[in-house]
């Protein structure tokens, strides 16, 4: 058994101007110790799948259908004392901006120490013993005086590693980490992505990476997930996506990043803005920015497909080739989850 199963997950936000389906039928497994990244542009619904696996969404924000269980145990529907044992002890997240993560008005130990109060049965004095080994693992220098410290007085790639200290602290099996070096300067960013590579080996855990960064997910992760409009267009392990894109948003998404094969040629941007979720398309979401969109596109959303043994797509252009070449079936997602 997996160690987190989503199935079919929707997530929508009720606002006055409509319903925006921000997560629409996301499915995917995730086994222990292995990372998964999800990558995607602004907007595609990364951040709020994790949302909805922490049930941590804006008051507007409802799971309308699906299945999320961490270890066996469902989580779309549970009471709030299940959902507050399972964060921070089973599973936690690591947001974007560590700045406005922590809380200003309260010492980094003071907030580090609470966690570990509220989550385990550790008194202060063994919760603060906690709080310093912590920091030592994630590399803070001088650990006793940073414990006193407020977040203003600390650097961006300190605040970060405080983050990672605290979402570490009661070692859960999952640890979401939500774009945690977008603030972050080039230098401190590869500190950051090492340190997480290093404490995944050490502690074992599962980590699920989102980023539209393609250089993070290449180096760090085990399966890639590409999202577009609230949806799964592409899946499969990270070399099948990077040397073998199917999707052809994948494709746009690789040609926009600079690698060691473009020989000092331009880059190719995806034409046209990201779809608005309020006015779907009936077809394929990605179909109005696609270069090789057919009628079909624009009408019918395609089903997935499972190109081989460690990927799956969705998308009609691979549908066409695969029943020309008489070699692929097709295959409900469900199926898959």
Not at 263 to 289: S, V
Not at 296 to 316: A, F, T
């Amino acid at each position: 058994m997996s160690l987190l199963e989503v199935k079919d997950l929707r997530t929508s936000f009720f606002t006055d101007a409509g319903e925006v389906k921000a997560v629409d039928g996301v499915s995917f497994n995730l086994d222990h110790g292995k990372v998964l990244g999800i990558v995607g542009e602004s907007g595609s619904g990364k951040s709020v799948t994790a949302y909805s696996i922490m049930q941590i969404l804006a008051p507007t924000g409802k799971i309308v259908g699906g299945s999320v269980k961490l270890d066996g145990q469902e989580l779309v529907g549970a009471d709030e004392r299940t959902l507050r044992h399972m964060r921070g002890n089973k599973i936690s997240i690591i947001f974007q901006d560590p700045m406005t993560s922590l809380n200003p008005t309260y010492t980094v130990g003071h907030q580090l120490i609470e966690a570990i109060t509220l989550h385990t049965d550790r008194n202060r004095k063994q919760a603060r013993d906690r709080a310093l080994e912590m920091l030592q693992l994630v590399g803070v220098n001088e650990p006793e005086k940073r414990l006193k410290q407020y977040p203003y007085e600390l650097s961006g790639g300190m605040r970060q590693r405080i983050m990672i200290a605290m979402a570490l602290a009661c070692e859960p099996d999952i640890l979401i980490a939500d774009e945690p070096t977008t603030a972050l300067d080039v230098t401190i960013q590869a500190q950051i992505l090492e340190l997480m590579q290093d404490l995944q080996k050490k502690l074992g855990m599962a980590i699920i990476m989102i980023t539209h960064d393609l250089g993070v997910v290449a180096q760090m992760c085990d399966e890639i997930i590409v999202m577009y409009a609230g949806g799964i267009c592409e899946r499969g392990t990270a070399d099948a996506i990077f040397y073998h894109p199917h999707h052809e948003y994948t494709k746009g998404l690789l040609r926009s990043i600079p690698r060691d094969e473009n020989n000092g040629q331009r880059l190719q941007p995806i034409t046209g803005t990201p779809i608005d979720l309020l006015n779907m398309p009936k077809g394929c979401p990605f179909a109005p920015r696609c270069d090789h969109a057919m009628k079909i596109c624009l009408s019918e959303r395609p089903e997935e497909m499972r190109m081989n043994d460690e990927q799956i797509s969705r998308c009609w252009m691979n549908i066409k080739d695969g029943v020309e070449a008489g070699n692929i079936t097709l295959e409900r997602s469900a199926d898959h989850a």
